[in-house]
């Protein structure tokens, strides 16, 4: 539909905004009323919806529906940031009040252009919250800029990302389901009959790290989970998180977690208690 509107006015009417906000995530799943941009400002995450989980990363903009059920998760970095910004009663060419894609929601890449959307998402929050002249005004125009800045890129993007993708998502899948005992990448190569460098380049493209490390990731969050959520030993665990050596699990956790596993422990007891 987006296609066929391009160098036309396709704004009939101008949204309204309902929040802006640089906030933590919504883990919880949730929808809205209305549609909603998630911009991560940086660091990287996933987003969640119908039962499926996407990877995020610094730049990447989210174009979710209205009343579509979805959760974001942030990886605790120092420059993790993503904002949250709500709006409504945009009419988008022939589509009903408030939908702006004919998807439920739009994963956008925008690359180059990620330092001009981070300018355009800080001026819409700065003027949003001031009561300087004209505040209101540029506010408002700074929001239809987004959006339209937005659904420019989505025609470009829509139908290409996830087709362009399909090779990572069903590799991340895999990985997901099956971290505790894949033995190396080199088997999860057969098993998808995909090349090792290929994968490796997916990987990083979308997630910022090579498989190995998301492998070594995925292990350690759960070693976590565990650790912090009952008594098992140290060596059952590094066995649910599939390292058959308890001394190289011990070592791989504290290189990642800058402690040891019974550190982490000690550490996640005391944070209960206080």
């Known amino acids: 539909m987006l296609n066929s509107l391009i160098g036309k006015n396709i704004m009939r009417r101008r949204p309204v905004l309902r929040y802006i906000r640089l906030t933590g995530v919504d883990k919880e799943p949730h929808s809205h009323p209305h549609p909603e941009f998630i911009f991560i400002v940086g660091g990287g995450g996933r987003f969640e919806t119908e039962g499926k989980q996407y990877p995020l990363k610094a730049g990447d903009l989210v174009i979710c529906g209205k009343n579509v059920e979805h959760s974001e998760y942030m990886f605790d970095t120092p420059d993790s940031e993503i904002y949250h910004l709500g709006f409504a009663k945009a009419i988008i060419g022939d589509m009903p009040q408030d939908q702006?894609?004919?998807e439920p929601f739009s994963i956008i890449h925008t690359d180059a252009q990620s330092e001009l959307f981070k300018i355009y998402f800080n001026t819409l929050a700065s003027e949003?919250?001031?009561?300087?002249?004209?505040?209101?005004?540029?506010?408002?125009?700074?929001?239809?800029?987004?959006?339209?800045?937005a659904l420019r890129l989505a025609i470009s993007n829509m139908g290409l990302t996830y087709s362009r993708n399909k090779a990572y998502y069903e590799a991340k899948d895999y990985f997901d389901k099956n971290f505790t005992t894949i033995d190396n990448i080199e088997d999860v190569c057969n098993k998808l009959n995909v090349n090792k460098y290929y994968l490796t380049h997916m990987f990083k493209e979308n997630l910022g790290m090579p498989p190995v490390k998301y492998l070594v990731f995925k292990r350690v969050e759960k070693a976590k989970n565990l650790l912090s959520a009952s008594s098992a030993s140290i060596k059952d665990i590094a066995e649910r998180c599939g390292y058959n050596d308890v001394a190289y699990f011990c070592r791989v956790f504290?290189?990642?977690?800058?402690i040891t596993p019974l550190q982490y422990r000690n550490r996640s007891k005391k944070n209960i208690l206080s």
Request: hydrophobic share 45%; charged share 25%; with cysteine.
């Open 100 to 102: 702006i894609l004919s």
């Open 254 to 258: 504290k290189k990642t977690e800058g």
């Open 128 to 149: 949003a919250e001031s009561d300087k002249f004209c505040a209101k005004t540029i506010a408002d125009n700074m929001l239809c800029i987004i959006l339209m800045s």
